[in-house]
């Protein structure tokens, strides 16, 4: 069982063919609204991968927050630990052009999440076999779930994005998965090395390139699958969904980090955050293409 401890937002999907400059106005091509938040997008992953999934966070009394509530129990993620709050839901606008995106968080509802809300799912964490968090909650709330999981022995999975909410404390996840980016944030021009500070622990992914980690005597590239991107967005949330699934059934480090980087070139096949999650027979197939 997973429970994933994040964030739950309606996604204002916007397209233009071409990102505007400072300043400047463009005219769009598309506009929608999707289910996503990195906390769901990440349970909905591991969800269609075939495990059982929990999630804990919070969602406004809005109408985005029966609609997002409604999408997770579509996809037969457990929603009795998401408390609903008096405000607005979080949402995220997503700008899409040029084959990638460019995201604000507002988080709402999100930041309603508190320490004594992680208290009350206390059971629920010490049953799982492993729990995500990212860093879209309060960071007070992230902290402490991690020092809880440690407590009881369960292993996490810190996906830390927005990497500015990073801080030293959060090390102790079990695992750590920034992107490139993220990483160069939290660790500087030489995140490589840092690698070897975190064997088999930290992974960096690289989008299309796949990911890397160091497994305590060499770097280890471990490379991605080719794929047409309609949509990037949700790629990671995909990977570290998978990558709690793998890990979780007993696959080696290797092989689990394998299986996420198909599950994420799949996920870009389709628009939107969830929209391309694939199902474990996708995965499967993807996986035996390769060989």
Do not use: C
């Amino acid at each position: 069982m997973i429970t994933v401890v994040g964030s739950i937002n309606m996604d204002l999907v916007v397209g233009t063919d071409r990102f505007p400059k400072q300043g400047e106005t463009v005219l769009g091509n598309l506009y929608t609204t999707v289910s996503g938040g990195k906390g769901a997008n990440q349970a909905v992953a591991a969800a269609r991968l075939g495990s059982t999934v929990h999630m804990v966070g919070a969602v406004g009394s809005d109408a985005f927050g029966k609609q997002l509530l409604d999408g997770l129990e579509m996809e037969q993620v457990q929603t009795a630990a998401v408390k609903t709050t008096d405000g607005a839901s979080g949402i995220a606008n997503i700008l899409l052009s040029e084959g990638d995106n460019r995201i604000i968080v507002v988080p709402g509802a999100n930041h309603e999440l508190t320490t004594a809300d992680i208290d009350a799912q206390k059971k629920l964490l010490e049953k799982s076999s492993m729990i995500i968090l990212q860093l879209e909650l309060p960071i007070e709330v992230v902290e402490y779930t991690l020092a809880l999981a440690q407590q009881l022995d369960v292993p996490t999975i810190l996906n830390p994005a927005p990497a500015a909410g990073f801080t030293s404390s959060m090390k102790q996840a079990s695992f750590l998965t920034p992107n490139e980016t993220e990483a160069q944030e939290l660790f500087g021009g030489n995140w490589e090395l840092e690698l070897e500070r975190y064997p088999n622990r930290l992974i960096v992914t690289l989008g299309k390139h796949g990911a890397r980690y160091f497994d305590g005597s060499e770097h280890v590239l471990v490379e991605g699958f080719e794929t047409a991107a309609v949509d990037t967005t949700g790629a990671g949330d995909t990977f570290n969904g998978a990558l709690a699934v793998a890990l979780s059934e007993g696959q080696s480090f290797h092989e689990a980090v394998r299986f996420a980087n198909a599950a994420a070139s799949i996920s870009v096949e389709q628009f939107g955050a969830q929209g391309g999650m694939p199902k474990r027979s996708d995965v499967t197939a993807r996986l035996g293409e390769a060989t």
